[in-house]
């Protein structure tokens, strides 16, 4: 039982454009999420990070949303880079579980078009 | 530099061996975790450390995977008579505390013939 989905497994946006990647979740007790950026043979790299007590975090050209009664997050980079092209994970943690790790979805292959 | 440093960076080893796998924190970082990825699927959770001990083992996905911490720094992630199932990139991550975000190594990518 997948309890965070990326269901897209890629997308493909043009240098400049807004890039969104959409991450759902079926737990309601997770309450941060974070995302990560990979690219081939490296480890991921935080990005950015939410906790449910907001709805919106921006750190430069990154922008989380989230729709908690919807169990929805998305992630926003305005304007695209040609840098960006890697691979986005989404991730949610329950801060109150104890020992647990994150929770990761399968990810999204963003694909930056010059 | 002062990231986490996992090795090796790749092993290929024959299946029934025993393989050691090493993560060197992030210096300060109390929190250890082990995650490992599987060709086409997410990061799987398998294990974390708060200092020296691992509250909860039940992440680990048999009794041939084991790992330890010494001294609230480096960790090692010991598979025992390895199968080609257990073929994945094996990632490390540390944080300065559980609810903070996870900082990763370029992971050991183990391959069992």
């Known amino acids: 039982d997948q309890q965070v989905k990326q269901n897209s497994p890629s997308l493909s946006v043009q240098e400049g454009r807004i890039s969104i990647l959409n991450c759902d979740y079926t737990n309601s007790m997770f309450d941060y999420f974070l995302w990560y950026k990979k690219y081939p043979a490296e480890g991921p790299t935080f990005l950015i990070s939410i906790s449910s007590i907001k709805d919106k975090n921006e750190d430069g050209r990154f922008t989380v949303f989230l729709n908690k009664s919807a169990k929805h997050l998305s992630l926003h980079i305005v304007p695209s880079q040609p840098g960006d092209s890697a691979v986005y994970f989404c991730a949610a943690l329950n801060s109150g579980g104890g020992a647990d790790g994150l929770t990761f979805g399968k990810g999204t292959h963003l694909i930056i078009q010059p | 530099g002062a990231g986490v440093s996992q090795s090796p960076s790749n092993k290929v080893t024959e299946k029934g061996k025993d393989v050691e796998l090493r993560c060197d924190p992030i210096s300060g970082h109390t929190a250890l975790y082990w995650y490992r990825q599987s060709l086409g699927q997410g990061l799987e959770f398998l294990i974390y450390?708060?200092?020296?001990?691992?509250?909860?083992k039940s992440g680990l996905p048999s009794d041939r995977f084991s790992a330890e911490r010494t001294g609230g720094s480096v960790s090692t992630l010991t598979i025992q008579r390895t199968q080609q199932e257990d073929s994945a990139v094996y990632l490390c991550?540390?944080?300065?505390?559980?609810?903070?975000?996870?900082?990763f190594g370029d992971g050991t990518r183990l391959s069992i013939l």
């Open positions: 450390f708060q200092g020296n001990s691992a509250p909860d």
């Open positions: 991550a540390s944080s300065t505390s559980p609810n903070q975000p996870q900082h």
